[in-house]
T-cell receptor
């Protein structure tokens, strides 16, 4: 599985957009980019995922570069409740050869400040 | 669906005792994952199943750890004998492998303390 690189920590002002980058330069054609977050003491929570097109849902937007070697998660209007660790993961959806494996890195600790 | 259900939420046990953690995945999900989380090592994948079959158990730390999935609605993670270094939060997660909605859903975790 491809490895990801994320900054260890980031700050964001409340109400502003939070842009969280992720590098996945060794991603292969059948691997998707997933984002999860973990608020203190809770289980990780799914945010969004994509293959090559940009995606948007009620929580966030995901921008994937054309070469798919990096992506950015955007929280358009960050609130204090968005303070969490954000994980970028690449995951193969093939069902053979250990497909579907979900490996977490160290993530980015986002602090949203008033 | 009530989501992924783990039990117990908290477990305190003495070193040397057997510990069994339980997980009920979301109905219809064909993948089940067991993770361990500590401050030092973060979220580690211990083992995962597809259609009740273990696919990769390379993350299981040693022979004291074992996991089973006897049917699609139940899985256990057993530690025998337990040691203080096993103290951690253990998460179970489930997902579909194919189709549109393949995101993994996590349980609330079991906080294990071995004294």
């Amino acid at each position: 599985d491809a490895k990801t690189t994320q900054p260890t920590s980031m700050d964001c002002a409340e109400g502003r957009a939070a842009n969280l980058p992720c590098n996945h330069s060794t991603i292969s054609g059948n691997e998707y980019v997933y984002w999860y977050r973990q608020i203190h003491s809770q289980g990780p929570q799914y945010i969004i995922h994509g293959l090559k097109n940009n995606e948007t849902n009620e929580m966030a937007s995901l921008i994937i570069t054309e070469d798919r070697k990096s992506s950015t998660l955007i929280l358009p209007h960050a609130t204090l409740r968005d303070t969490a660790v954000y994980y970028c993961i690449v995951r193969s959806k093939r069902i053979y050869n250990q497909g579907g494996k979900l490996i977490f890195g160290q993530g980015t600790e986002l602090s949203v400040k008033p | 669906d009530a989501g992924v259900i783990q039990s117990p939420r908290h477990e305190v046990t003495e070193m040397g005792q057997e510990v069994t953690l339980r997980c009920k995945p979301i109905s219809g999900h064909d993948y089940l994952f067991w993770y361990r989380q500590t401050m030092m090592r973060g979220l580690e994948l211990l083992i995962y199943f597809n259609n009740n079959v273990p696919i990769d158990d390379s993350g299981m730390p040693e022979d004291r750890f074992s996991a089973k999935m006897p049917n699609a609605s139940f899985s256990t993670l057993k530690i025998q004998p337990s040691e203080p270094r096993d103290s951690a939060v253990y998460f179970c997660a489930s997902s579909r492998g194919q189709g549109q909605n393949t995101e993994a859903f996590f349980g609330q975790g079991t906080r294990l303390t071995v004294v």
